[in-house]
């Protein structure tokens, strides 16, 4: 690759920080930006799958505690990826206020309040970039969407609004889809082979996705080459969406 295309995804001297990072998805996007040059600040609740650095809180009280520990550890966060996500799957009949708030801080609140500090700031400093990640499950149900799922069309909302307010200084939001993935998130529905292989079938890749697939998207989305992206949601679901 020449020095100019190189160029169009070169975090260098940039600071991400990444939610959900200590797993799945969110892991591999940290370790792609990381890949391609940023200083990554993860975070997530486990703290040893996040390593010394880490950040851990849990976002289900709130953005308070990964921006406070992010803010004491670099001056400014260039790149926001919202990767944090809950998806308990009780049947929507079953979920009582207390679980509908948790599910809304984890997935929807906490992309919120993470984009209201930091993308006004992004915005000061004339560059940015927010990541959603959002679902297939703000479109079209399946496996009990429930509050997830309202949570997650909340997502595509809110990336378009980020965009709307800051893009104009610089700052670019988009959101990533998956498909379906092989992760933690997803065991107990891949325990069913039947399950697995419906949703294999139904994809036009005939796989299901892996957190590595993510990696370059990221990355693009990340980067310098991709400022006049925004508002916009990428699927990276092997076609799911258009079957
Ligand atoms: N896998 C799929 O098929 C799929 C499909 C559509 C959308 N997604 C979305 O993709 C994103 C990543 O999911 P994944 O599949 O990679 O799942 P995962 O492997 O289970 O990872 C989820 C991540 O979210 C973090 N997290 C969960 N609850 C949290 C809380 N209360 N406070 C702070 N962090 C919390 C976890 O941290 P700890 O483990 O440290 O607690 C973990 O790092 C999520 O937004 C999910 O909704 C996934």
């Not at 070169?10 to 940023?38: C, E, H, K, N, Q």
């Not at 997530?44 to 996040?50: F, I, M, S, V, Y």
């Not at 994809?203 to 892996?210: K, P």
């Amino acid at each position: 690759m020449n020095r100019d295309t190189t160029a169009l995804f070169d975090l260098t001297g940039r600071t991400a920080l990444v939610t959900g990072a200590s797993s799945g998805i969110g892991a591999a996007i940290a370790t792609a930006l990381d890949g391609a040059g940023a200083r990554v600040l993860r975070a997530g609740r486990d703290r040893a799958r996040l390593g010394p650095d880490g950040i851990s809180a849990d976002l289900a009280h709130g953005a308070a505690g990964v921006i406070a520990q992010a803010d004491a550890r670099a001056d400014a966060v260039d790149i926001l990826v919202n990767c944090a996500g809950s998806n308990p799957r009780p049947p929507l009949g079953d979920i009582d206020d207390v679980l509908y708030r948790e599910i809304l801080a984890v997935n929807l609140d906490a992309p919120f309040q993470l984009g209201q500090h930091y993308g006004p700031r992004m915005a000061a400093r004339g560059w940015g970039r927010i990541i959603n990640v959002a679902s297939t499950q703000a479109h079209r149900a399946f496996g009990n969407s429930g509050a997830y799922g309202v949570a997650k069309a909340g997502i595509a909302g809110l990336t378009r609004s980020q965009s709307e307010a800051w893009a104009p200084s610089g700052v670019t939001a988009n959101s990533l889809t998956p498909g379906l993935v092989a992760t933690p998130m997803t065991t107990a529905v891949l325990a069913d082979p039947e399950r697995a292989e419906y949703f294999r079938r139904r994809a036009h890749t005939a796989t299901l996705g892996a957190p590595s697939d993510f990696a370059a998207a990221a990355v693009f989305l990340a980067g310098p080459g991709s400022a006049f992206v925004t508002g916009q949601n990428l699927c990276v679901d092997g076609g799911l969406s258009v079957t």
